[in-house]
């Protein structure tokens, strides 16, 4: 199914269905049978593979997201500690992180599928790519800055303009004039900073021409530490406008690091779940309960690739699920976020990259720091 | 070297000492800005040294195990010998680090001089 999204997304639905069904079913019966800590909830659910079988994947007892984050995180696994290999994780802004461990097998698998869709979505085979976000040689676990570097193995050349926190926009548009007319140019970062990028433009009186082909991937979520929102449509006329580049190849990206879905726009703005996901929308109130499609709920998202742990999540996020065509050609599920849930934190890798800028910034200004010279983080502080 | 050295791994799956203590005779969090990493320990004193100690861990598994370590290493030190580790200390103690965990060893021996200077002026976790 990964090496041919092409193909599964554009399966008759009943067909795509029935093929992502087997694919979480069959993990379903191996946690139940692997993880004693999840039995024990199906159990309390009166839940068991059986069940699943003749109800469907709504049955499924969820995991809620929170749970990533709690100290006794061993008990989520379904594999040994000496089989996980990646550790991946996000940080809100409660501050503590929450942590997702996949073993080899469902590192290879997840790592295989953001390339098959990254391929399908994007058809990236080289170019230059501007990333406005930490590079993983600084954060090294951290699950954003892991997503957008995948893209480097498909570029020829890449380049971070974020140094220890500190946004050199100067740095950036220098990258993008520099490889003018050499390649293809692509930008890749969450919303706040590619939309900084952008003020930085406008405050500069200046507009790029990065041309077709050229592409804005974002990724990280539209609300801002400070509880701003970034509105969407509005980014993408202004993206277009002072970076030279078609709305069409703007497109946003959603996907929490607990959860092996990465739900890529199209050229039409929607987001396609891949079909090794289920996301079922559930009630506010009651997430037992599933809602029909175009209803709004809270997003749950169970996986058909993960070994690891029982990755069917209710995560805290708030949208809406449609199933059927796109104008694109692909059918399958589609999601749209509305919101976080209501008491949920204002949380994910970008919100706190934000917090950290912001830090960042005013400890330079404090100490005067010398223009260009990216400023050295304060020392970790004991509390 | 294995991902995890044992010492870890059994930590991790089998946390000891975990929570925290009431009414602790000292304490101290320390948190990574970076990583998210984060520990708390809480200890009792008796005679001088510490008799007993509780940690609450978040962040990666080899967080999580080095902090479950450390809280049962503690027991029997006093704040002079919770002053004089050192991260090759703390990583000796655990079965050894992969070079990506090494920021764990910081971060203990972060919360430990916390914890000396806690029990030496009470100021430790402020």
Redesign the interface.
């Known amino acids: 199914m990964i090496c041919a999204l092409d193909s599964a997304s554009r399966l008759p639905d009943a067909d795509r269905r029935e093929a992502t069904a087997r694919l979480v079913m069959r993990l379903f019966a191996y946690h139940y049978e692997c993880n004693s800590f999840y039995r024990r909830r199906c159990e309390d659910a009166g839940v068991d593979p059986r069940t699943v079988m003749s109800r469907g994947l709504a049955a499924i007892p969820l995991l809620p997201v929170g749970l990533f984050?709690q100290?006794?995180?061993?008990l989520l696994l379904s594999r040994?500690?000496?089989e996980?290999?990646l550790?991946i994780?996000s940080?809100g802004t409660g501050?503590?992180?929450s942590?997702a461990?996949r073993d080899t097998k469902t590192t290879t698998a997840v790592a295989l599928a953001l390339m098959a869709q990254y391929r399908e979505f994007f058809s990236i085979s080289g170019g230059a790519g501007l990333f406005l976000c930490p590079s993983p040689a600084?954060?090294?676990?951290m699950g954003l800055a892991k997503v957008f570097n995948l893209f480097c193995g498909l570029l020829d050349r890449s380049h971070y303009a974020l140094h220890g926190y500190s946004v050199r926009e100067d740095e950036a548009v220098e990258f993008l004039v520099h490889e003018q007319g050499s390649t293809v140019r692509h930008v890749f970062g969450p919303p706040f900073l590619v939309n900084r990028l952008l003020d930085y433009l406008v405050k500069s009186g200046s507009e790029l021409k990065l041309g077709e082909g050229s592409l804005v991937v974002t990724l990280g979520g539209w609300k801002r530490y400070t509880g701003a929102t970034i509105d969407e449509r509005r980014f993408r006329e202004k993206a277009a406008r002072r970076l030279g580049i078609e709305q069409a190849n703007i497109r946003d990206m959603y996907g929490l690091i607990e959860s092996d879905m990465l739900a890529i726009e199209c050229e039409h703005h929607h987001k396609h779940v891949p079909p090794w996901c289920h996301v079922s929308v559930r009630d506010i109130f009651d997430p037992s309960r599933e809602v029909p499609d175009g209803t709004r709920g809270v997003i749950a998202v169970s996986s058909g690739l993960n070994t690891s742990y029982p990755a069917f999540i209710l995560t805290e996020d708030v949208g809406v699920r449609r199933e059927g065509g796109c104008e694109c050609g692909r059918r399958g599920q589609m999601i749209s976020f509305s919101r976080r849930l209501k008491g949920a934190e204002v949380g994910c890798c970008a919100v706190n990259i934000e917090r950290?800028i912001d830090t960042v910034s005013a400890w330079a200004r404090d100490v005067a720091i010398e223009p260009g010279s990216p400023p050295r983080?304060p020392a970790?502080?004991?509390? | 070297m294995a991902r995890f050295s044992d010492e870890i791994v059994e930590h991790f799956t089998h946390p000891k000492n975990v929570g925290e203590l009431p009414e602790p005779d000292a304490d101290a969090s320390v948190v990574d800005p970076v990583c998210g990493g984060q520990v708390h320990l809480t200890v009792r004193m008796g005679d001088g040294r510490i008799c007993e100690a509780r940690f609450v861990a978040y962040g990666c598994a080899a967080a999580l195990g080095t902090a479950s370590i450390v809280a049962e290493w503690v027991v029997g030190m006093g704040p002079e010998d919770l002053a004089s580790l050192d991260e090759a200390a703390v990583t000796q103690r655990v079965g050894g680090l992969a070079p990506g965990q090494s920021h764990c060893a910081r971060l203990a021996m972060e919360v430990l001089h916390a914890l000396a200077d806690d029990l030496r002026t009470g100021k430790g976790s402020e």
């Open positions: 984050k100290s006794n995180a061993h040994p500690l000496e996980v290999e550790e994780r940080t501050g503590v992180p942590v461990r600084e954060n090294p676990e950290e983080r970790s502080p004991a509390r």
